[in-house]
């Protein structure tokens, strides 16, 4: 027989308190389209700033640009600070939030209604990456191989390491560029 409750706290029911804590995750997901759009905004401006991150040292503004990302990517998709995000070829579904910390892909225990096998009240990372992905112009990324997890970079900058990795790319093309047009 259910047992008859006369008061319970607000904000204590486990439906409540289930839905409250995936709730921003999800909603992440459900607007992977736009939030896609505003990482590749965001990423062209801190590349567009690259001059001043290396004048002011990359080491040096590692700890405030750390404290930066993970409030603002804690928030909003329950980040665990990686530091090699691939949000954006997850459906911006992390997938550290994985019980099993899987990067390609869920396993083989996805409940019927979508949830881990794990934690059976999680909507599982995996089904949501593929939701999200599915909005996303750039969506396809997901059917890429992820390497395996780098630990030696938890908890550093993602942002910063992209940011830096896009500059000397775009350096290197721009000296062949220059070499070729010498040589024409
Ligand atoms: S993939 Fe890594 S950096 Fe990106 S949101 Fe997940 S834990 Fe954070």
Not at 86 to 108: F, I
Not at 126 to 133: K, N
Not at 142 to 160: C, E, K, Y
């Amino acid at each position: 027989m259910a047992k008859i409750v006369i008061y319970e706290p607000s904000g204590t029911s486990l439906t409540y308190r289930v839905r409250s804590r995936y709730s921003i995750r999800l909603w992440s997901v459900r607007n992977s389209k736009w939030l896609e759009w505003l990482y590749h905004t965001f990423a062209d401006a801190l590349l567009a700033l690259h001059p001043m991150w290396k004048l002011l040292g990359y080491q040096r503004i590692e700890s405030p640009m750390v404290a930066v990302e993970k409030r603002i990517k804690s928030f909003m998709f329950d980040c665990r600070m990686c530091g090699q995000c691939v949000l954006s070829s997850t459906g911006m579904s992390c997938p550290m939030n994985c019980p099993k910390n899987l990067r390609n892909g869920p396993c083989g225990g996805v409940r019927a209604n979508g949830h881990c096998e794990v934690e059976p009240d999680m909507p599982c990372v995996w089904v949501q990456a593929w939701q999200g992905s599915r909005q996303m112009k750039g969506g396809d990324a997901i059917l890429n191989v992820q390497p395996a997890v780098d630990h030696s970079l938890r908890g550093t900058s993602s942002w910063l390491r992209v940011t830096s990795e896009a500059a000397l790319e775009r350096d290197a093309q721009k000296s062949v560029e220059t070499d070729n047009g010498k040589a024409a």
